[in-house]
């Protein structure tokens, strides 16, 4: 398997940065892993903490035990539906596309690299 198939593929079914690491571009790999982890995190906490507040008031007896009733305090809380969980996602999603094709990028030129030295030698 060719280098930049794999450090490609790394970065799009494992985690973005991981295909720079196998390539030593251990700052770019950390920064995509870093800012990558940091608004998955926030996104989870965020999402956590609204269905936490809407499982307390199932508990309290606020919201009765229905699907309808669930999904409206969860579109009511946030959870759902909310345009801002929608952008973060989007944005994760772009980090992901930009570590893959970077790790790409990245893997192509250091082969092209490796290749023109065979040739001049």
Do not use: C
Request: hydrophobic share 45%; charged share 20%.
């Amino acid at each position: 398997m060719k280098q930049s198939t794999k450090v490609t593929l790394l970065s799009l079914l494992v985690f973005p940065g991981i295909g720079h690491l196998v390539l030593k571009k251990y700052a770019i790999g950390f920064g995509f892993i870093a800012s990558f982890t940091y608004l998955l995190l926030g996104l989870v906490k965020d999402i956590h903490d609204k269905t936490q507040q809407v499982i307390e008031s199932i508990i309290r007896g606020e919201i009765p035990i229905e699907v309808s009733a669930i999904r409206q305090a969860l579109i009511d809380q946030g959870a759902l539906e909310n345009p801002n969980l929608t952008n973060i996602s989007y944005i994760l999603l772009i980090i992901w596309a930009i570590a893959a094709f970077d790790a790409y990028r990245i893997a192509n030129k250091d082969s092209k690299k490796v290749d023109s030295t065979e040739q001049s030698s």
